[in-house]
C-alpha cells in the first residue's frame, strides 16, 4: 500500500520495493526512514503515542518527531531504532517473526525483538555497528569530595537523577528537593566511587552486571565488598561537567533519547561518546538525618548507655553524662531540624533546656564538658550537625569549631562526662538514635491545671504525642507585652462581631480595614490561657500542632480540600512539593490558605489584584497589613517573587513560613500568633486577630475528623509560663 497509515509488519524476504527503505540523516542526529515504493511517506509512530503497544506505519512526511529515529548500533552487529517522540523501541510484537507479525514500539529493552540487521541493496550501503568501546573512563580520584548531591543533567539542569519508590529504577525527573533526588557520594580509596540513595541508602548499580549497551542501572542493596557493579568512575570532562563510568563493563551512564531529556527519560549503560547525554553535573546539598521527634540518645559501645542529665536536674548549668537506660525524661530528648540553618538542637524533656557548649565560640576548646542551657537562637552553642555513618550510627558535631560529641576516654561507666572533641572516628563519638516517649507528668504544683487534662488527652488519644514547653517567661510580664502597640496598631485585635463586645474590646476604635477592635487584657489572657483548650476530645487543641511535619498524602489533603477552590490536581500537587521542599505540615499548608483567602478563594490576593499590569497571587497574605495600601504592598511582595499562578503563590508562601516562621522555633499556629519562643520575644506575630490560631487550629480539626484523620500520630507543643493564676483565665462577657 501506498497510502496514509498503511501497516509496517515482518514478511518473508522477497526482492519487493515494500521491503528497501532510505536512511536519511537529518540536521539533529536523528534519520527519517523513507519505503522506497513510496516516494513522500516515511515511517511513523502512529499519532505520535506515548504509550507501549504503539503502532508503527507509514504516513506523509511531515517533519514531527514521530517521524525521526535514532539509529543506535549494538556491539552484536545490529541496530536499534529508537523513536525520538518516546524513546521507545521499533519492537515485534510478542517477540515473533511470523508473516505478518506487526511492528510496534515498546521500552527499549535489548532483546531480539527490539534489534535489526541492515543488509546493503544496489543503491546504498550500510553503516558498520561499533566492535569495541572507542573510549575508557579513568579510575582515579575527583574532585569531588563525600558528601549528598543531588545530580544533574548536562542537558536540562531542572532534571535530576530519581528514585522513583516503590520502582528500583535510576531515571530523570524535575527536581523536586526530596530526599529521593539526593545520592550520598564516596570516594572508595581506590580510584571509584559509591552513589547510594538518601532515602533507601541501597547502592547504585548495573543491573546483573550487564555489559551490553542499553543495560539498566538500577538501585540494589549495598555490597560493602568487591562488587563491581555498584563502583564507579568519576571524571570531570573539559567544559567541567562530569562523566560516570561503571568499573564492571567499561560503559558509562547515559541519559536514553539522544539528547532530548524529559522527565521518566531512562538510564543506562552505553559506550563512551563524550556526548551531553554523558554529562552531569553534581551539586552539593542537604538533607534531614533525623526526623523530629523524642529521642533516647545511646553509646554505639554500649547502647544500654544513654545521654543524661546529671541527676535530673532543671537547672542551668547542669552537666550532661552517660548513664544506664531507666526510662526518665532526663534522658530524652526532643530532636528539631532547622531547614534554613541546616542544624538541630536538642531539648532535654524533663526541663526544656537545650544541650549547649559552655563558653561557646569563643572559649570552646577539646575537651570542653557539655550542660543544659536556657534557649538562646542567637548562639552556635546550641546549634548541632548530625552526620549519618550509614551503618545505624551518627555522629553529633556542634557547630563552634566542629568538635564532635564524645564521652570522655571511651568510657561506659555511669557519671563519664560528655564533652566536645576533635573528630576521631571512634565508637565513643558514635551514637544511636530511637524513638521514645514521655513517661513524666507536669509538676501540678508548679504549673496548676495542665496535668489531669493532658492525661486525660493522653488517655483519649493514645497516637498524640504532647510535649510541654517551659517558657520561663513570666505569665503577666507576657500579657503585658502582647497588650501593646506596634507601628500605630495593637497587637492583639478581636473581631468586629456581636459575640465580642463588652469585656472582649477596648472602645470603639476599629482596626484592619474596619473588621477588628483592640483587645482588651482579659481578651487575650483568655486566648492565650492553653488550659482553656485542653478539652478531652481534642477539639481546640489544634493550634499547638507542631508543624514541622511534611507528612500527608494526595488522598488525604484531597479529601481536606474538597469542595474549595483548592480541589484541583495543580494545588494539591503544589501544596505537597511545598510542604516537602518547606518541611512543613501540607494539611497546614492548606488549611492557611483556605483561612487567608476563604473556602470559596474569593479573597482580593487570589488572584483578584493586578500591579504593575500583572495578576498576582499572594495566598497566605504576606505582607498585607492593616494600612490602606495593605493589598498594595501584599501584590508587590508577590509581583517581586513572581507569584502570577496560585501554583508559585503556594511554593513560595510556603518556603516563607518554613523560613521565617517554622524553622526559628514558631511552629505552631499559637506561637506565630504570640511569639513567647524565638527572639525577639513579642515581635515578628503572623497574625494579630486573637482567635486566630484558635480558629485556624479548630477549623484542621474537623477537617481531620470528617476525613477520618483524627487516629493519626500528631506532636502539641503546649506552652507553660510561670506565676500563672491558679485557675484557667476565664472567659470576658460578652
Same mark, same amino acid.
Given at each position: 500500500?501506498?497510502?496514509?497509515? =498503511?501497516?509496517?509488519?515482518?514478511?518473508?524476504?522477497?526482492?519487493?520495493?515494500?521491503?528497501?527503505?532510505?536512511?536519511?540523516?537529518?540536521?539533529?542526529?536523528?534519520?527519517?526512514?523513507?519505503?522506497?515504493?513510496?516516494?513522500?511517506?516515511?515511517?511513523?509512530?502512529?499519532?505520535?503515542?506515548? #504509550?507501549?503497544?504503539?503502532?508503527?506505519?507509514?504516513?506523509?512526511?511531515?517533519?514531527?518527531?514521530?517521524?525521526?529515529?535514532?539509529?543506535?548500533?549494538?556491539?552484536?552487529?545490529?541496530?536499534?531504532?529508537?523513536s525520538k517522540c518516546n524513546n521507545k523501541a521499533m519492537d515485534l510484537y510478542g517477540g515473533a517473526s511470523t508473516n505478518?507479525?506487526?511492528?510496534?514500539?515498546?521500552?527499549?529493552?535489548?532483546? #531480539?525483538?527490539?534489534?535489526?540487521?541492515?543488509?546493503?541493496?544496489?543503491?546504498?550501503?550500510?553503516?558498520?555497528?561499533?566492535?569495541?568501546?572507542?573510549?575508557?573512563?579513568?579510575?582515579?580520584?575527583?574532585?569531588?569530595?563525600?558528601?549528598?548531591?543531588?545530580?544533574?543533567?548536562?542537558?536540562?539542569?531542572?532534571?535530576?537523577?530519581?528514585?522513583?519508590?516503590?520502582?528500583?529504577?535510576?531515571?530523570?525527573?524535575?527536581?523536586?528537593?526530596?530526599?529521593?533526588?539526593?545520592?550520598?557520594?564516596?570516594?572508595?580509596?581506590?580510584?571509584?566511587?559509591?552513589?547510594?540513595?538518601?532515602?533507601?541508602?541501597?547502592? !547504585?548499580?548495573?543491573?546483573?552486571?550487564?555489559?551490553?549497551?542499553?543495560?539498566?542501572?538500577?538501585?540494589?542493596?549495598?555490597?560493602?565488598?568487591?562488587?563491581?557493579?555498584?563502583?564507579?568512575?568519576?571524571?570531570?570532562?573539559?567544559?567541567?561537567?562530569?562523566?560516570?563510568?561503571?568499573?564492571?563493563?567499561?560503559?558509562?551512564?547515559?541519559?536514553?533519547?539522544?539528547?532530548?531529556?524529559?522527565?521518566?527519560?531512562?538510564?543506562?549503560?552505553?559506550?563512551?561518546?563524550?556526548?551531553?547525554?554523558?554529562?552531569?553535573?553534581?551539586?552539593?546539598?542537604?538533607?534531614?538525618?533525623?526526623?523530629?521527634?523524642?529521642?533516647?540518645?545511646?553509646?554505639?559501645?554500649?547502647?544500654?548507655?544513654?545521654?543524661?542529665?546529671?541527676?535530673?536536674?532543671?537547672?542551668?548549668?547542669?552537666?550532661?553524662?552517660?548513664?544506664?537506660?531507666?526510662?526518665?525524661?532526663?534522658?530524652?530528648?526532643?530532636?528539631?531540624?532547622?531547614?534554613?540553618?541546616?542544624?538541630?538542637?536538642?531539648?532535654?524533656?524533663?526541663?526544656?533546656?537545650?544541650?549547649?557548649?559552655?563558653?561557646?565560640?569563643?572559649?570552646?576548646?577539646?575537651?570542653?564538658?557539655?550542660?543544659?542551657?536556657?534557649?538562646?537562637?542567637?548562639?552556635?552553642?546550641?546549634?548541632?550537625?548530625?552526620?549519618?555513618?550509614?551503618?545505624?550510627?551518627?555522629? !553529633?558535631?556542634?557547630?563552634?569549631?566542629?568538635?564532635?560529641?564524645?564521652?570522655?576516654?571511651?568510657?561506659?561507666?555511669?557519671?563519664?562526662?560528655?564533652?566536645?572533641?576533635?573528630?576521631?572516628?571512634?565508637? =565513643?563519638?558514635?551514637?544511636?538514635?530511637?524513638?521514645?516517649?514521655?513517661?513524666?507528668?507536669?509538676?501540678?504544683?508548679?504549673?496548676?491545671?495542665?496535668?489531669?487534662?493532658?492525661?486525660?488527652?493522653?488517655?483519649?488519644?493514645?497516637?498524640?504525642?504532647?510535649?510541654?514547653?517551659?517558657?520561663?517567661?513570666?505569665?503577666?510580664?507576657?500579657?503585658?507585652?502582647?497588650?501593646?502597640?506596634?507601628?500605630?496598631?495593637?497587637?492583639?485585635?478581636?473581631?468586629?462581631?456581636?459575640?465580642?463586645?463588652?469585656?472582649?474590646?477596648?472602645?470603639?476604635?476599629?482596626?484592619?480595614?474596619?473588621?477588628?477592635?483592640?483587645?482588651?487584657?482579659?481578651?487575650?489572657?483568655?486566648?492565650?490561657?492553653?488550659?482553656?483548650?485542653?478539652?478531652?476530645?481534642?477539639?481546640?487543641?489544634?493550634?499547638?500542632?507542631?508543624?514541622?511535619?511534611?507528612?500527608?498524602?494526595?488522598?488525604?489533603?484531597?479529601?481536606?480540600?474538597?469542595?474549595?477552590?483548592?480541589?484541583?490536581?495543580?494545588?494539591?500537587?503544589?501544596?505537597?512539593?511545598?510542604?516537602?521542599?518547606?518541611?512543613?505540615?501540607?494539611?497546614?499548608? =492548606?488549611?492557611?490558605?483556605?483561612?487567608?483567602?476563604?473556602?470559596?478563594?474569593?479573597?482580593?490576593?487570589?488572584?483578584?489584584?493586578?500591579?504593575k499590569g500583572r495578576t498576582v497571587y499572594n495566598l497566605y497574605n504576606i505582607d498585607v497589613d492593616s494600612g490602606n495600601?495593605?493589598?498594595?504592598?501584599?501584590?508587590?511582595?508577590?509581583?517581586?517573587?513572581?507569584?502570577?499562578?496560585?501554583?508559585?503563590?503556594?511554593?513560595?508562601?510556603?518556603?516563607?513560613?518554613?523560613?521565617?516562621?517554622?524553622?526559628?522555633?514558631?511552629?505552631?499556629?499559637?506561637?506565630?500568633?504570640?511569639?513567647?519562643?524565638?527572639?525577639?520575644?513579642?515581635?515578628?506575630?503572623?497574625?494579630?486577630?486573637?482567635?486566630?490560631?484558635?480558629?485556624?487550629?479548630?477549623?484542621?480539626?474537623?477537617?481531620?475528623?470528617?476525613?477520618?484523620?483524627?487516629?493519626?500520630?500528631?506532636?502539641?507543643?503546649?506552652?507553660?509560663?510561670?506565676?500563672?493564676?491558679?485557675?484557667?483565665?476565664?472567659?470576658?462577657?460578652?
Amino acid at each position: 500500500s501506498k497510502e496514509d497509515g =498503511a501497516n509496517l509488519q515482518i514478511w518473508a524476504i522477497g526482492d519487493v520495493e515494500q521491503q528497501k527503505f532510505k536512511f536519511t540523516k537529518l540536521n539533529n542526529g536523528y534519520y527519517k526512514i523513507e519505503p522506497k515504493h513510496a516516494p513522500g511517506k516515511v515511517i511513523d509512530v502512529s499519532g505520535a503515542g506515548q #504509550a507501549n503497544g504503539t503502532n508503527v506505519n507509514q504516513f506523509r512526511d511531515n517533519g514531527t518527531v514521530a517521524q525521526m529515529w535514532e539509529v543506535r548500533g549494538n556491539l552484536d552487529g545490529t541496530f536499534t531504532f529508537i523513536s525520538k517522540c518516546n524513546n521507545k523501541a521499533m519492537d515485534l510484537y510478542g517477540g515473533a517473526s511470523t508473516n505478518g507479525t506487526n511492528v510496534q514500539v515498546y521500552n527499549n529493552n535489548g532483546t #531480539a525483538a527490539q534489534k535489526f540487521v541492515l543488509e546493503p541493496t544496489s543503491e546504498g550501503t550500510v553503516p558498520k555497528p561499533p566492535d569495541t568501546p572507542t573510549q575508557k573512563l579513568k579510575p582515579g580520584k575527583a574532585d569531588i569530595t563525600d558528601g549528598i548531591y543531588v545530580i544533574k543533567s548536562k542537558i536540562n539542569k531542572n532534571m535530576v537523577f530519581d528514585i522513583d519508590d516503590p520502582s528500583s529504577d535510576l531515571h530523570i525527573w524535575s527536581e523536586s528537593n526530596t530526599d529521593n533526588q539526593k545520592f550520598k557520594v564516596t570516594y572508595l580509596n581506590n580510584g571509584y566511587y559509591s552513589i547510594r540513595p538518601v532515602y533507601s541508602k541501597k547502592s !547504585i548499580d548495573v543491573a546483573g552486571k550487564g555489559q551490553d549497551n542499553g543495560t539498566n542501572v538500577w538501585q540494589y542493596p549495598y555490597d560493602e565488598g568487591e562488587n563491581t557493579a555498584q563502583q564507579w568512575i568519576i571524571n570531570k570532562t573539559e567544559d567541567g561537567n562530569y562523566m560516570i563510568g561503571s568499573k564492571c563493563n567499561d560503559k558509562c551512564i547515559t541519559i536514553q533519547g539522544n539528547g532530548n531529556v524529559h522527565e521518566g527519560s531512562e538510564i543506562y549503560m552505553w559506550d563512551v561518546k563524550n556526548t551531553d547525554d554523558q554529562k552531569f553535573i553534581f551539586q552539593e546539598t542537604s538533607y534531614q538525618v533525623i526526623q523530629n521527634g523524642m529521642y533516647e540518645i545511646a553509646m554505639k559501645k554500649d547502647p544500654n548507655k544513654l545521654l543524661d542529665i546529671a541527676g535530673g536536674s532543671v537547672d542551668n548549668c547542669a552537666k550532661v553524662q552517660i548513664f544506664s537506660r531507666a526510662n526518665v525524661d532526663q534522658q530524652k530528648f526532643y530532636v528539631t531540624y532547622n531547614k534554613a540553618g541546616d542544624f538541630y538542637t536538642f531539648q532535654a524533656v524533663h526541663s526544656s533546656k537545650y544541650l549547649d557548649v559552655p563558653g561557646g565560640e569563643d572559649l570552646i576548646e577539646p575537651g570542653t564538658q557539655i550542660w543544659q542551657y536556657t534557649q538562646n537562637n542567637d548562639s552556635n552553642a546550641q546549634k548541632w550537625k548530625i552526620i549519618d555513618l550509614w551503618n545505624g550510627t551518627y555522629n !553529633i558535631v556542634s557547630l563552634c569549631k566542629n568538635l564532635y560529641l564524645d564521652v570522655d576516654d571511651g568510657k561506659t561507666d555511669n557519671g563519664t562526662k560528655v564533652k566536645v572533641f576533635t573528630p576521631l572516628g571512634t565508637n =565513643a563519638q558514635a551514637f544511636i538514635f530511637t524513638k521514645t516517649t514521655s513517661v513524666n507528668s507536669i509538676d501540678d504544683n508548679k504549673y496548676p491545671g495542665f496535668r489531669i487534662p493532658i492525661e486525660r488527652l493522653k488517655a483519649a488519644h493514645p497516637n498524640w504525642e504532647i510535649r510541654i514547653k517551659y517558657t520561663g517567661l513570666d505569665w503577666d510580664t507576657v500579657l503585658s507585652n502582647e497588650d501593646t502597640f506596634s507601628g500605630g496598631s495593637p497587637k492583639s485585635l478581636i473581631p468586629v462581631d456581636n459575640r465580642y463586645l463588652g469585656e472582649w474590646k477596648v472602645g470603639d476604635p476599629i482596626y484592619d480595614r474596619g473588621s477588628c477592635y483592640q483587645a482588651t487584657r482579659k481578651a487575650i489572657a483568655y486566648m492565650m490561657d492553653p488550659r482553656n483548650s485542653l478539652d478531652e476530645d481534642g477539639s481546640w487543641l489544634f493550634q499547638f500542632q507542631d508543624l514541622s511535619s511534611s507528612s500527608g498524602t494526595k488522598e488525604e489533603i484531597k479529601r481536606m480540600v474538597s469542595g474549595t477552590f483548592l480541589d484541583r490536581d495543580s494545588l494539591i500537587n503544589a501544596i505537597l512539593q511545598a510542604a516537602q521542599t518547606s518541611n512543613i505540615s501540607p494539611f497546614h499548608i =492548606a488549611s492557611r490558605i483556605k483561612q487567608e483567602m476563604g473556602p470559596d478563594g474569593g479573597a482580593t490576593m487570589n488572584g483578584h489584584y493586578t500591579y504593575k499590569g500583572r495578576t498576582v497571587y499572594n495566598l497566605y497574605n504576606i505582607d498585607v497589613d492593616s494600612g490602606n495600601d495593605g493589598m498594595e504592598h501584599g501584590a508587590k511582595y508577590a509581583y517581586d517573587r513572581n507569584w502570577f499562578t496560585p501554583e508559585a503563590s503556594i511554593i513560595g508562601g510556603a518556603e516563607f513560613l518554613g523560613r521565617y516562621y517554622i524553622g526559628i522555633g514558631q511552629n505552631t499556629l499559637y506561637f506565630q500568633k504570640y511569639n513567647v519562643v524565638s527572639s525577639p520575644l513579642y515581635q515578628h506575630q503572623y497574625m494579630q486577630n486573637i482567635r486566630a490560631a484558635n480558629d485556624e487550629g479548630n477549623g484542621i480539626y474537623y477537617a481531620y475528623k470528617n476525613n477520618g484523620l483524627l487516629n493519626s500520630h500528631f506532636t502539641f507543643v503546649i506552652p507553660v509560663y510561670e506565676n500563672m493564676p491558679a485557675s484557667p483565665s476565664p472567659r470576658p462577657n460578652s
